[in-house]
């Protein structure tokens, strides 16, 4: 089995601290033929000072369509940059791969 490195998906997601949002994030292009997404665990952190946010819900996935649900009031403070991990099986023979998604809070 191989593990991928990380992948940084570029730009940033905004949203303010006020809302509740469902984050999407389509894998497909990260994909080989024949790989689909599975057993995915998602993980954030502020970027400040790296403490962990805790996320009151899984991700879910639909095809190879990853979602996270953010409730900003709840998890996260305006102002700050959060990292947003995916971690997933895409294989047998891959059993690893990370994707790191930015997502900035405003008021």
Known sequence: MTTDPTTVVPGKFVMSVAEVWTLPFDASAYLSTGESVSNVVAAMTKVSDGSTVVLADA???????????????????????FRLRFTFTVSPTTDLRVMTLMVSVTE
Do not use: R, Y
């Open 59 to 81: 991700p879910t996935v639909a095809g190879n369509v990853i979602s996270q649900k953010l409730n900003g009031p709840a998890e996260l403070t305006s102002g700050d940059l």
